[in-house]
């Protein structure tokens, strides 16, 4: 689970930075209409860093079911979750704090806003892995 959690918070870190490199290409201000695209490109990082994470679960278990599996993507979760909310917080305070008053929310909520999406994102993107991945057990 340790491992999970690591793949986690390297997932956060990876979509932090894109959120980060969005901005400083403009895609934040200037070229907003191009933002609101490639943003959704940045759902790439969860999807690989959860079928890696449940991949050598797998490895190192020999089987994966859904229930032992579930574990490992709540583990990722929540260290993109920790991760990506650090960024975020960066985000809004050093990079572009003018993000708060053009979207009309407060500092909180958009940090709030940011945990959750990523908890329950990756919550969802690991059931739908599961389901592709999972093994059962062989009877002998």
Wanted: charged residues 10%; aromatic residues 10%.
């Amino acid at each position: 689970m340790r491992r999970s959690c690591g793949i986690g918070l390297l997932i956060g870190l990876a979509t932090g930075l894109w959120m980060w490199g969005e901005y400083a290409l403009g895609f934040h201000t200037t070229h907003a209409d191009i933002g609101r695209w490639t943003g959704f490109l940045s759902v790439i990082f969860p999807i690989l860093g959860m079928v890696w994470a449940l991949r050598l679960a797998r490895h190192q278990r020999g089987q994966l079911g859904f229930r032992s599996g579930m574990g490992h993507a709540v583990a990722v979760s929540l260290g993109a979750t920790l991760s990506m909310t650090l960024m975020s917080a960066m985000y809004v305070t050093w990079l572009h704090p003018s993000w708060l008053e053009a979207s009309d929310t407060s500092r909180g909520t958009f940090l709030l806003q940011s945990a959750g999406s990523t908890f329950i994102g990756g919550v969802a993107v690991g059931a739908i892995a599961l389901i592709f991945m999972r093994t059962r057990k062989t009877s002998q």
